[in-house]
């Protein structure tokens, strides 16, 4: 697996985990690859520190300061994944759930022909666009780790 340390058109940053870098490749090709903040998929990757494993005779300082950047973060990321999961979890719980009949549902609730509830489901990038541009406020669930498994 390998980590990329990515940023959307807009600048917000994320990571992404990818099998290789040529699965990376595909699924920025395909329009997979998507901003958790605001759905672009107009992404690049940024600029980050290499991972180098160490020698054996390596000095051990040398050692220790290149384990300390990812034992930093560890906690910090496992902390933000539950956030996510716990986001995640509160929507499914208390809103309908409309498949992909998302797109009109959205528009009827933002155009009041129907009900206005909370609603989660389906939508292609290109829908998800529309939608936006049409002023209908729309937000990307996470995708965990578990799901990408």
């Given at each position: 697996m390998i980590r990329y340390s990515l940023v959307c058109?807009?600048?917000?940053?994320?990571?992404?985990?990818?099998?290789?870098?040529?699965?990376?490749?595909?699924?920025?090709?395909?329009?997979?690859?998507?901003?958790?903040?605001?759905?672009?998929?107009?992404?690049?990757?940024?600029?980050?520190?290499p991972s180098v494993a160490i020698r054996d005779e390596a000095p051990a300082v040398s050692r220790d300061k290149a384990q300390v950047p990812m034992a930093a973060s560890a906690p910090a990321?496992?902390?933000?994944?539950?956030?996510?999961?716990?986001?995640?979890?509160?929507?499914?719980?208390?809103?309908?759930?409309?498949g992909n009949r998302f797109p009109e549902e959205a528009r009827k609730i933002h155009y009041e022909?129907?009900?206005?509830?909370?609603?989660?489901?389906?939508?292609?990038?290109?829908?998800?666009?529309?939608?936006?541009?049409d002023g209908v406020e729309v937000h990307p669930l996470p995708i965990l780790p578990e799901e990408k498994n």
């Amino acid at each position: 697996m390998i980590r990329y340390s990515l940023v959307c058109a807009d600048e917000h940053e994320f990571e992404g985990w990818f099998r290789d870098s040529s699965t990376f490749d595909s699924q920025k090709a395909s329009g997979e690859v998507l901003c958790p903040i605001c759905g672009s998929s107009d992404i690049e990757k940024a600029l980050m520190a290499p991972s180098v494993a160490i020698r054996d005779e390596a000095p051990a300082v040398s050692r220790d300061k290149a384990q300390v950047p990812m034992a930093a973060s560890a906690p910090a990321n496992a902390q933000m994944i539950e956030t996510l999961r716990r986001l995640k979890q509160h929507v499914v719980e208390n809103s309908e759930y409309v498949g992909n009949r998302f797109p009109e549902e959205a528009r009827k609730i933002h155009y009041e022909e129907a009900e206005r509830r909370s609603i989660y489901g389906e939508a292609s990038l290109e829908d998800a666009r529309s939608l936006i541009e049409d002023g209908v406020e729309v937000h990307p669930l996470p995708i965990l780790p578990e799901e990408k498994n």
